[in-house]
């Protein structure tokens, strides 16, 4: 479930490897949540994966790539700096017990806040760009922009709703973006993703959508909020391949009652995110076949288990 953020070069396009035991850059890509954007920057920039090449130029990787990646990840997870994890890498794995001392997630979000209090959309643009080409979505999503949004949220101070909104109609507007290219280059039946009462804007929405890029599939977005049984008109409609429910809010009893009709009346995979999953977690259990995840990575996580089992998978 290769992450399409930006157009992958020509010299990466193919599918399947030419030769046995060694993965093309998409492959890869599905395997780890590690976008070819990514993958590319890391090699060119850091000399962390440097994976063989074909005589057309095709990037080829074997498992032992594959490992390495997952090993970056784990420093990055640990809060070292993409610039710092080479030298780390021939270190026994991070425990939880040791810390980075030089994170940079802190100071990422005091300059997003900053561009944030300036009202700067251009230099956020800057900001994210950066960051995206060096950082896996998930990895930003949990480590930055969650807790960005978290601090945002708090806030109490004047202009504070100013710059909520400013924040909200930029991430709206940049992870659109986003999505909208990804369909371009994607076919077959839909993904769709809709929010459950809650705020218009919703970022958390935004960002399972984002996140979901990675599973190759296009992207149906309603980010309403919409009622479930307007929701339900739309299925014989769209006919998507599976569906995800963003809640940010605890469900009703009426809006519980709609959720098992449509769990039992329907075959495709239905997800349902954000904090409801977690506040009401053993009602929504009761529920058949809806799986859970209170955040856009651990939705992420899910689409990916399902990837090759469900109808979405390409």
């Known amino acids: 479930m290769s992450e399409k953020q930006l157009p992958a070069s020509p010299l990466d396009e193919p599918e399947v490897s030419p030769e046995p035991g060694w993965l093309p850059i998409r492959e890869v890509a599905r395997q780890t949540g590690v976008n070819p954007v990514t993958l590319r920057a890391w090699e060119r920039r850091y000399g962390l994966i440097l994976p063989r090449r074909t005589p057309k130029g095709h990037r080829l990787y074997n498992d032992a790539h594959v490992a390495r990646i997952h090993a970056v990840l784990a420093w990055l997870n640990r809060g070292v700096a993409v610039g710092q994890v080479r030298e780390l890498l021939d270190r026994e794995p991070p425990s939880d017990a040791e810390a980075a001392s030089d994170s940079p997630w802190q100071v990422l979000q005091t300059e997003l806040l900053a561009a944030i209090e300036a009202l ?40 504070a709703g100013l710059e909520r909104a400013f924040f909200l109609s930029w991430l709206r507007s940049r992870l659109g973006a986003r999505v909208q290219q990804h369909n371009r280059q994607s076919g077959g039946a839909p993904l769709l993703l809709a929010g459950l009462g809650g705020p218009p804007l919703e970022p958390g929405l935004w960002l399972c959508a984002w996140l979901a890029t990675a599973t ?44 098992e009709r449509l769990a039992r009346g329907n075959t495709f995979p239905l997800l349902l995110a954000g904090p409801a999953a977690a506040a009401q977690r053993e009602a929504l259990a009761q529920l058949p076949g809806l799986l859970l995840a209170e955040n856009p990575s651990a939705a992420l996580r899910l689409l990916q288990e399902l990837h090759g089992k469900a109808p979405c998978a390409n």
Do not use: H, K, N, W
């Open 120 to 159: 700067a959309s251009r230099r956020l643009d800057g900001l994210f760009d950066q960051a995206g080409a060096l950082y896996p979505a998930p990895l930003l999503c949990a480590r930055l922009l969650q807790p960005l949004l978290a601090e945002l949220e708090r806030r109490e101070r004047a202009g």
């Open 216 to 259: 190759g599939s296009p992207l149906e977005m309603l980010d309403g909020p919409v009622s479930l049984a307007e929701l339900e008109l739309a299925l014989p409609r769209l006919a998507p391949c599976g569906l995800l429910l963003y809640a940010a809010q605890p469900l009703t009893a009426v809006q519980l009652r709609q959720l």
